[in-house]
């Protein structure tokens, strides 16, 4: 008898914490329904099989290498089991990216009428799983889904993260890093900002000078690294993205940011003299000359070159704080650059200053100003642009937390987890109709970092709740249940030893 009551302690305390069940909500960001099920829990073992139809076939291959490290099963891919099963396939009558997934006692049933659907999916199982499931050593527990069924889908088509290479350069192997953490979150955009004043990280073959000079050491704010993506670098990150679903957007910052191409170009300038290597912060100073044809050469030949290696739609060209380009030059510069995008296929993508051009048409705007009223927005959201939310107040992952924080800017304020959180992209703008609100993104400017710990101090918690708002839908926004939720997922980030900033807004478990 003392036998049998020993046993189960013995197990409970398995690990390094007493472990509370998961419940099926506890899903960043949250699923949009879900009916849990006490009696239909699902126990992943050694024995479980992983179904799929051809389709499903990558997903489901995901998953299995998922599961692997933690669990040490090397979970079978079949195509029809009749043992325990988790079972992939696509069928028809789901939203796009949406998915449902129905655990029960003897299968775990996942269902999507695409891919992504499937692929959101599976990042939902992965939590629905003990955090020791992010371990990359084998661990002894329990693998217990808990039953029920989840319907979920994204509020907004548009959930992005932007990325400085310009300031700071990051390897691919960095970028690659963010990725597997922002596809954790469902975020399907990534957005990378290749060039500044500092320098130029993206190969252009026409114009090599541009990363011979500024690509090369030292480019980067305060002298630091430097560096650029090669061609190959840049297509194996569009390859490596696309398996998680995210589309690259690469932006060249345009007619303003750009003292590294003159530096490398002087002809970009329109007294044709190069000006001094810039590595410090102050921005708004470099313009390209608006008036020389050969801006247009370069300009169409960037465009080309970008377009030609992006297979993603949009084609971000910049166009902020353009102080040192005259208003009616600005104009008459974007008229002639934003049909340029088109011709290339690509839908023209700026910061929201590009909507007081006429030629802006259905461009997508990136708002990041902090007002409720903005009449160069209202005006192009008249004429048909659609807008992704970035206001500096609320989704700059590069502000300070606290006037603590190492690193980090403070020209927007300080932004802590619950002012990240606690605001509605719909709901910003006075006089934009919610249907203009593509999504919403969290741009990481990089000027005060300086590798890849600094990437994630600064993006984590904040960029989950950004992740939240443009995914789980306007009715479950509640402050005390994504504080919870994000308290619980501070373990599975010690267990992949992701250094997130430990909020005072939150009880860490
Ligand atoms: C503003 S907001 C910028 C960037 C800076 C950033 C720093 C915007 C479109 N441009 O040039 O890096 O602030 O927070």
Redesign the pocket.
């Given at each position: 008898v003392a036998l049998l009551l020993v046993l189960p302690l013995v197990t409970a305390s398995a690990g390094p914490h007493p472990t509370r069940p998961i419940a099926l909500t506890d899903v960043l960001p949250a699923v949009a329904e879900a009916a849990p099920d006490p009696g239909g829990d699902f126990r992943i073992t050694a024995d479980t099989e992983i179904s799929a139809t051809e389709s499903a076939l990558a997903v489901a291959g995901q998953l299995a290498e998922a599961l692997r490290p933690a669990t040490g099963f090397d979970l079978r891919l079949v195509r029809a089991s009749r043992g325990p099963v988790i079972d992939l396939a696509l069928e028809p009558g789901h939203p796009d990216e949406g998915y449902r997934l129905e655990v029960r006692q003897d299968r775990v049933e996942l269902r999507a009428t695409y891919p992504a659907g499937l692929f959101f999916g599976v990042q939902t199982l992965r939590q629905l799983l003990p955090p020791e499931i992010e371990s990359d050593t084998v661990q002894r527990r329990r693998w217990t889904v808990p039953g029920g069924r989840i319907h979920d889908r994204p509020r907004y088509a548009y959930r992005g993260a932007m990325l400085?290479l310009a300031?700071h350069f990051h390897t691919a192997a960095e970028v690659r890093a963010y990725i597997d953490q922002i596809s954790r979150f469902k975020i399907n955009y990534l957005h990378l900002h290749l060039s500044d004043d500092q320098g130029w990280r993206i190969r252009i073959d026409s114009w090599p000078r541009l990363t011979e000079v500024g690509g090369a050491p030292g480019t980067g704010v305060g002298g630091d690294g430097g560096g650029f993506l090669t061609k190959d670098d840049y297509r194996e990150l569009v390859r490596y993205a696309a398996e998680r679903y995210i589309t690259v957007i690469p932006e060249i910052d345009m007619p303003g940011?750009v003292n590294a191409a003159q530096v490398a170009y002087p002809e970009l300038a329109c007294d044709g003299v190069a000006p001094r290597p810039r590595t410090d912060m102050r921005?708004g100073y470099s313009s390209l000359c608006v008036r020389e044809e050969t801006t247009y050469r370069f300009v169409e030949d960037v465009i080309r070159e970008l377009a030609e290696m992006t297979p993603g739609p949009y084609l971000h060209v910049g166009g902020?704080?353009t102080f040192a380009t005259p208003h009616g030059s600005y104009l008459a510069f974007q008229r002639r650059v934003l049909p340029l995008v088109r011709k290339h296929g690509k839908i023209p993508y700026g910061?929201h200053e590009i909507g007081q051009s006429p030629a802006a048409g259905d461009a997508l705007l990136q708002f990041?100003g902090r007002e409720r009223d903005n009449p160069m927005v209202n005006t192009a959201v008249a004429a048909g642009a659609k807008l992704v939310m970035s206001p500096?107040n609320r989704t700059?992952l590069?502000m300070k937390y606290d006037s603590l924080t190492p690193g980090g800017?403070d020209?927007a304020g300080a932004i802590e987890v619950r002012t990240a959180y606690d605001w509605d992209p719909d709901g910003l703008l006075a006089d934009v109709p919610a249907t203009a609100i593509l999504g919403v993104e969290a741009p990481l400017?990089s000027?005060t970092l300086r590798d890849y710990a600094d990437i994630e101090f600064l993006a984590f918690p904040r960029l989950v709740a950004i992740a939240e708002l443009g995914w789980s839908p306007a009715r479950s926004h509640d402050w005390e249940s994504f504080r919870a939720r994000l308290g619980t997922y501070g373990s599975r980030w010690v267990r992949q030893d992701v250094g997130f900033h430990r909020s005072p807004q939150i009880r860490w478990s």
């Open positions: 400085d300031r940011h921005v902020d704080e910061w990041w500096a700059y590069d800017l020209w400017w000027e």
